[in-house]
């Protein structure tokens, strides 16, 4: 099993002339106050201030959110093991989900998803986030600060069926964390071989995106649209690109997964909150998501 060394701090500040020791060091002092936070490196502190343009109350809110969802989303942060979670494996035969070697003109890193089995009784959401956060976490832990990313699914295999297999919740859930707790920059969300479908899936997830997020979305028919934003040549090749097949950068991709497991079960027992040392109240689900029934039932004829 591969252990992950986290970029040294030091060569984030190299790589970040806006990054202040002095910052990482009231960041430090903030946190050491703050008993119910897991012990937090200055390599992810300095992701933490990365992605808020190095605001320092806004990353606060950040790290809390970061780690409260977490600790409170197990469907999505649990059991990250894809060797021994039978669900996992599935998902992992069902959705792609990788960052892509290469980068867009403005140097942004693009997070790949593609359905490669278009059953809808095949798809779990919450075994695919769960996939897809564990993308993240093991690139940023590996790679660090990034200018930017941004996410590129292709609706390719995706159909009206596929939509039942949403919960309001769960998009909740994770819009809430992509938009509050992820510590990257966000610079894009794209649809490529989008279809009639997107659209009733957008309006499930509507409701709970800032004008910051839908800023952000792109549809995309064809690729002469797409690649304004993203070149075509880093691409898998049944997208349209040169990248390689899906199939063989989505084995390489699982592999490193399978490699880390050991790691994931190291940062799900220390990279959690313990809201019984939280100061003032402690927070749970319904505080930060609400009831699961409380949501109108999206009919699909």
């Known amino acids: 099993m591969a252990s992950i060394d986290l970029v040294p701090f030091e060569e984030e500040l190299k790589r970040n002339p806006e990054?202040?020791?002095?910052?990482?060091?009231?960041?430090?002092?903030?946190c050491e106050k703050q008993p119910h936070l897991?012990?937090?490196?200055?390599?992810?502190?300095?992701?933490?201030?990365?992605?808020n343009y190095y605001r320092l109350e806004p990353t606060k809110?950040?790290?809390?959110?970061?780690?409260?969802?977490?600790?409170?989303?197990?469907?999505?942060?649990c059991n990250r093991d894809l060797i021994n979670n039978k669900e996992l494996n599935k998902a992992s035969q069902v959705v792609t989900q990788q960052i892509l070697e290469g980068s867009t003109k403005d140097g942004y890193k693009i997070i790949f998803g593609r359905l490669l089995d278009s059953e809808p009784s095949h798809f779990v959401y919450n075994d695919a986030m769960?996939?897809?956060?564990?993308?993240?976490?093991?690139?940023?832990?590996?790679?660090?600060?990034?200018s930017g990313h941004v996410i590129l699914f292709d609706m390719k295999n995706v159909s009206f069926?596929?939509?039942?297999?949403?919960?309001?919740m769960a998009l909740?859930?994770?819009?809430?964390?992509?938009?509050?707790?992820?510590?990257?920059?966000?610079?894009?969300?794209?649809?490529m071989n989008a279809s009639p479908v997107i659209d009733v899936i957008l309006n499930m997830m509507k409701p709970f995106m800032k004008k910051q997020l839908m800023d952000m979305f792109h549809m995309h028919t064809t690729n002469d649209t797409l690649e304004k934003f993203i070149p075509?040549?880093?691409?898998?090749?049944?997208?349209?690109?040169?990248?390689?097949?899906?199939?063989?950068?989505?084995?390489?991709?699982?592999?490193?997964?399978e490699n880390h497991v050991a790691w994931f079960q190291e940062e799900e027992a220390n990279h959690r909150v313990n809201e019984a040392l939280r100061p003032g109240k402690a927070k749970t689900a319904t505080d930060l998501f609400g009831v699961e029934g409380s949501f109108k039932k999206l009919e699909i004829d």
């Not at 859930?173 to 794209?190: A, S, T």
Request: proline share 4%.
């Open 38 to 51: 897991p012990k937090i490196s200055d390599s992810e502190l300095a992701l933490f201030l990365h992605s």
């Open 130 to 146: 769960k996939l897809l956060n564990m993308v993240i976490d093991l690139w940023l832990y590996t790679e660090g600060t990034s």
């Open 161 to 168: 069926g596929h939509v039942g297999r949403l919960s309001p």
């Open 172 to 191: 909740k859930k994770f819009l809430y964390y992509l938009q509050d707790g992820l510590p990257v920059r966000l610079k894009g969300f794209h649809f």
């Open 19 to 30: 990054l202040k020791e002095a910052d990482v060091q009231m960041l430090r002092e903030w």
């Open 61 to 77: 809110t950040t790290i809390d959110t970061f780690f409260t969802v977490r600790s409170h989303v197990p469907e999505f942060f």
């Open 232 to 257: 075509l040549e880093v691409l898998p090749n049944e997208a349209g690109g040169q990248a390689g097949s899906i199939q063989e950068l989505h084995d390489k991709n699982i592999k490193n997964l």
